[in-house]
């Protein structure tokens, strides 16, 4: 984002704008964070500010100061409807191409408002005015408060905003362990802390408080971990069925593909997860070191992310999207074992 960027956000948040803030479509927790910390900041300047996410997101970040001010398009389509169509200004965060906002891609693209991009994703589309485009951060929760910085501002940054960044850091550097945490991102960290953000009470909300079935999910998922040695790959299946039995609910399979990866000499990890509603085969791909997920999945997989991180899907069956990753391997077999 070059200072003449800078200069025209500054003059067009200069005066009360209407501005609708949206993240992907099944919102992690920088994307909660994210939207909701930009929201409470522009409430602080008086803009009329709405957060609309694409679908609802797991009881894990219902916690987060403003969450009860947010749209859901799909359950409140008229509303959201009403406000992208109203709105001066839209705030895409955490994601680059809005084909990642599933039934809001239409409004979005159709919307006259100025589009302004933070994000930290590769390869992104080009839809913005001012886009904030940065694949080296750890998080769009860390670019925001550069964002602020930007503005001059961060004097504003309260604690109920900190709180909101401090989340989006920690759930995207996987409690500050991944290769994308930086020491900049450690003094943001501090500040946030100094500034009201309650590390520990943030932690214990989203990685504290877990169901007795959401355990017992765990402990299914683990059981049918698999290990392909020759490829040092890891992966993880899950059955529509095997979801019902333990009475899934939306977050109860976050972080499970880092167990694969947690083993020795193990450098990709997937999960594959059976989602019957959607007709579709959910992916989520993890690695180590420079083998690049992202590049994986955007040939394979119809996805996309970032090295060490990306999702994607698949249109058949369980046992044939496993049976097809399997097959792609010994392409990547050099790959994998120079790794």
Excluded at 106 to 117: D, G, Q
Excluded at 158 to 180: E, P, V, W
Excluded at 258 to 285: Q, V
Excluded at 309 to 336: C, M, Q, R, W
Aim: glycine share 6%.
């Amino acid at each position: 984002m070059t200072q003449q960027d800078i200069s025209d956000i500054k003059e067009l948040l200069a005066h009360p704008k209407k501005i609708v803030i949206v993240p992907h479509k099944n919102p992690d927790g920088d994307a909660i964070g994210s939207t909701l910390a930009l929201y409470h900041y522009l409430i602080k300047h008086n803009h009329s500010a709405t957060v609309i996410t694409p679908n609802d997101y797991p009881n894990f970040l219902k916690w987060v100061p403003g969450e009860d001010m947010i749209l859901k398009f799909d359950s409140q389509n008229k509303e959201s409807h009403a406000r992208i169509e109203d709105a001066d200004i839209i705030f895409t965060l955490d994601f680059n191409a809005f084909h990642r906002t599933g039934q809001m891609e239409p409004a979005l693209t159709e919307s006259k408002a100025i589009k302004i991009l933070i994000d930290h994703h590769q390869e992104p589309d080009d839809y913005a005015k001012y886009m904030f485009s940065d694949v080296s951060m750890s998080s769009t929760c860390e670019m925001v408060y550069h964002f602020i910085h930007m503005l001059g501002d961060t004097s504003t940054i309260n604690a109920t905003i900190a709180t909101c960044l401090y989340l989006g850091i920690m759930t995207d550097t996987g409690s500050f362990r991944f290769k994308s945490t930086s020491s900049t991102t450690h003094k943001v960290v501090a500040d946030l802390i100094e500034k009201g953000a309650d590390n520990a009470n943030i932690h214990n909300h989203v990685y504290d408080t877990n169901s007795f079935e959401r355990l017992q999910l765990l402990g299914c998922a683990l059981s049918n971990l698999k290990v392909l040695p020759e490829y040092r790959t890891a992966y993880i299946t899950l059955s529509q069925d095997e979801l019902n039995q333990f009475n899934y609910k939306k977050g109860d399979t976050e972080g499970v593909v880092n167990y694969g990866l947690s083993l020795d000499n193990i450098i990709f990890a997937a999960i594959f997860i059976e989602d019957k509603a959607e007709g579709i085969i959910k992916i989520s791909l993890r690695s180590k070191n420079n083998f690049s997920v992202n590049a994986f999945s955007r040939a394979h997989f119809g996805g996309g992310g970032h090295i060490n991180a990306a999702g994607g899907k698949s249109d058949v069956s369980l046992t044939d999207t496993v049976e097809k990753f399997i097959n792609i391997l010994p392409s990547y077999k050099n790959a994998l074992n120079h790794e």
